[in-house]
C-alpha cells in the first residue's frame, strides 16, 4: 500500500457518513477527486475529478467506450475505485455501499431502461420507494411522478415488459424520481427513443432543472440539448477529462475536436 492510499483510507474511515439518510442535503453536491476505477485489471478511469454543484445540471459527454457509464456505476457505488474519492453532501462516500447512496439521495437510470418486466407500472415505482425515508415510502407513490409522466397513470397496472422503449425510459426515470433523490444520475435517457418521448424527457429535465431542488448528471450526446440545458459540460476520453467549462461555451469545435469519430 502506498503512502497516499494509506492517508486515503484513513481519510475515508475517518469521515464515513455515520446517517447517511434521504432526508440528509447534497449541501456541497457531489466531488470526485481523481477517480481510478475499473473492471479488474482494466483501469477504465484513469483520473477523473468532477464536481456536481446543488441544483446545477451537469453534462456527461464523451464518445462510445470511454468510461462514462462506468463513472456513473462507480458514483452509484456499484463499482469500487482503485484510488481516488466520491464526496457527496459534503460527506465521503468512497467506500459506501449502493443502498447507502441511494438512501442519502443519489437516484440512478442506468443505460438500456433496466425496468423489471414481469411486475407492473405501479409494482416497478413501489420498488423505486425503498430508497425513500419512511414518511415518503408511507405516503405511496407521489402524484408529481404522475404528472411528469401521465402515460404511467393510464398503464399503471401494465407490465413493465408491455411497454414500448420509450415508455419503459420514463418509467425507469419515475422509478428514480418517486424517492425524491437529491441527485439524479441519468445514463443517456435520450438513447434510441422516439422524438416525442424524447421531447417528454427533455420538458421533466427541464422541469427538474426548474425546481433547483434536485441536481442532474447526464450522459448525452447531442450538442443543442447539452447546450439548452446543462449549466456546465465535462468531455471524457479515454478515463481523463480533456475538457470542460459552462454549457452556454460549448461549441461545435469543441465537439468536432473532442467527439466526432
Ligand atoms: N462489465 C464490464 N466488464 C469489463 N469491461 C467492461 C464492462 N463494462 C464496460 N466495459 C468496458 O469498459 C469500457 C468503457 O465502457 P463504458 O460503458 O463505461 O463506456 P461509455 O463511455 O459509457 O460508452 P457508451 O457510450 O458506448 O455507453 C469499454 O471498453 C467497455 O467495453
Not at 53 to 75: A, E, F, W
Not at 106 to 111: C, E, F, K, N, S
Amino acid at each position: 500500500m502506498t503512502e497516499n492510499t494509506m492517508t486515503e483510507n484513513m481519510m475515508m474511515e475517518n469521515t464515513a457518513p455515520k446517517t447517511a439518510g434521504a432526508g440528509q442535503a447534497s449541501g456541497a453536491g457531489l466531488e470526485l477527486k481523481h477517480l481510478e476505477a475499473g473492471y479488474g485489471e482494466s483501469m477504465i478511469l484513469r483520473d477523473v475529478s468532477l464536481t456536481v454543484k446543488p441544483g446545477q445540471v451537469v453534462c456527461l459527454m464523451g464518445r462510445n467506450g470511454v468510461g462514462k457509464s462506468t463513472l456513473m456505476k462507480t458514483v452509484m457505488g456499484l463499482i469500487k475505485p482503485k484510488r481516488g474519492t466520491i464526496a457527496y453532501g459534503g460527506q465521503n462516500y468512497t467506500k459506501q455501499p449502493p443502498d447507502r447512496r441511494a438512501k442519502a439521495g443519489i437516484g440512478y437510470v442506468p443505460q438500456g431502461r433496466d425496468v423489471f418486466p414481469q411486475l407492473t407500472v405501479e409494482e416497478n415505482l413501489l420498488l423505486g420507494l425503498e430508497a425513500a425515508d419512511a414518511k415518503l415510502r408511507r405516503a405511496g407513490i407521489p402524484q408529481h411522478v404522475f404528472d411528469k409522466f401521465p402515460v404511467l397513470k393510464e398503464m399503471i397496472h401494465r407490465k413493465g415488459g408491455d411497454l414500448s422503449g420509450g415508455q419503459q425510459q420514463q418509467l425507469s426515470i419515475a422509478r428514480a424520481l418517486v424517492s425524491e433523490p437529491k441527485l439524479l444520475l441519468l445514463d443517456e435517457p435520450m438513447e434510441g427513443i422516439q422524438p416525442s418521448i424524447v421531447m417528454d424527457i427533455e420538458r421533466v429535465i427541464e422541469s427538474i432543472k426548474a425546481s433547483r431542488t434536485m441536481s442532474v448528471l447526464l450522459i448525452e450526446q447531442s450538442l443543442s440539448f447539452a447546450t439548452s440545458i446543462a449549466d456546465y459540460y465535462y468531455v471524457l476520453d479515454k478515463g481523463v477529462i480533456v475538457a470542460e467549462g459552462s454549457s452556454a461555451d460549448l461549441s461545435e469545435d469543441q465537439v468536432r475536436r473532442h467527439l466526432a469519430v
